[in-house]
């Protein structure tokens, strides 16, 4: 089991830069592979970021690349999601995620998910 808890979300202006974390306990966090999701009102849950076990290897959606940037601290056992030039398209509920193997944007391949924290991007 692994319990995933998000913070760092609220309301930010266009163009504004936000820093959420996740907090994992449980199973040993150093072999996960760690995901951030959102999803927006009345839309499907999307892929944001993914980062390896090692945090050699990172995938971005399209949308973020170049704003938003996967991290993390294994000794923390804490992954971060950098977010830079915030547009009101980012607001939404942003989810951490844990799963094994490699990151992907499959949100299915992820065992374990937290409960959620707001971003809002007001323009």
């Known amino acids: 089991q692994v319990q995933l808890v998000e913070s760092g979300g609220g309301l930010v202006q266009a163009g504004g830069s936000l820093r959420l974390s996740c907090a994992a306990s449980?199973?040993?966090?150093?072999?996960?592979?760690m995901g951030w999701f959102r999803q927006a009102p009345e839309k499907e849950r999307e892929f944001v970021a993914a980062?390896?076990?090692?945090?050699?290897?990172?995938i971005y959606a399209d949308s973020v690349k170049g704003r938003f940037m996967i991290s993390r601290n294994n000794a923390k056992t804490t992954v971060y999601l950098q977010m830079n030039s915030l547009k009101a398209e980012d607001t939404a509920v942003y989810y951490c995620?844990?799963?094994?193997?490699?990151?992907?944007?499959?949100?299915?391949?992820?065992?374990?998910w937290g409960q959620g924290t707001q971003v809002t991007v007001s323009s």
């Open positions: 995620a844990a799963g094994l193997g490699f990151p992907s944007y499959r949100s299915h391949l992820y065992d374990y």
């Open positions: 449980g199973r040993t966090f150093s072999s996960t592979v």
């Open positions: 980062i390896s076990w090692s945090g050699s290897s990172t």
